[in-house]
């Protein structure tokens, strides 16, 4: 079981490495216009794109993909906690021995089933846990806007969101904010799981 920790922290360097990455295709598109097709380094069937279209990318196009990048940052984070709590409970609840939550036959194994587990987190973390899959569920399944079933009051980094009588209101998170929100996670799931083997010890 010690070892989720540490592939949990390698999922979010991935995670954050990346986001970074995403903005190297926005420097070479800012170096349109181009004279020549570009060949997609990939295996697709159609892998050229044609300089004509590059060119013809307005505002529009590139506002969305930075949307986008912020989507995937926030969502693949969450993933990563998400699968990392389901891993520590499945394996807590199989006599400490991992087991992948793939093999669990459970439609209510989630983050939350780890989550209440005594003695793992204080309540500010736990408070920031559900308010962060909250604000993932807002920005990613309700396409961005608040939702009644889904009830969000938090300041993440300099943005507070307070879903309650803004029902169906756009909402974003902007860069540094997820930026805030990896820098805060990561320390906090350690914290959890320094208390956890602190509380239930392997034998």
């Keep these: 079981m010690r ?8 999922s979010m360097e991935n995670i954050k490495n990346n986001f970074y990455f995403s903005f190297l295709a926005l420097n070479y598109l800012n170096q349109r216009p181009f004279t020549q097709d570009v060949v997609l380094p990939c295996n ?17 196009e590139v506002q969305e993909y930075g949307n986008s990048i912020r989507r995937h940052f926030l969502n693949d984070m969450v ?8 891993i520590m409970f499945t394996s ?3 006599g400490q021995q991992r087991t992948d939550p793939s093999l669990i036959n459970d439609r209510r194994l989630g983050a939350h089933r780890f989550e209440q587990l005594p003695n793992i987190y204080q309540p500010d ?27 969000l009051d938090y300041t993440f980094g300099t943005q507070s969101y307070l879903s309650r009588g803004n029902e169906g209101d756009h909402i974003s998170i902007e860069f540094d ?3 805030w929100v990896y820098d805060n996670l990561i320390p ?12 239930y010890p392997i034998p």
């Design 3 to 10: 070892a989720i920790l540490p592939e949990f922290v390698g």
């Design 44 to 60: 697709l069937t159609h892998n050229i794109m044609r300089s004509q279209s590059i060119n013809s990318f307005g505002l529009n």
């Design 79 to 86: 993933i990563a906690y998400e699968r990392y709590s389901m």
């Design 92 to 94: 807590h609840n199989n």
């Design 125 to 151: 973390e736990l408070r920031f846990l559900v308010q962060l899959r909250r604000l993932r569920n807002s920005i990613v399944h309700y396409n961005g806007v608040y939702s009644a079933t889904n009830e």
């Design 177 to 179: 904010n997820i930026l």
């Design 188 to 199: 906090i799931v350690e914290n959890g799981n320094s208390e956890y083997f602190s509380n």
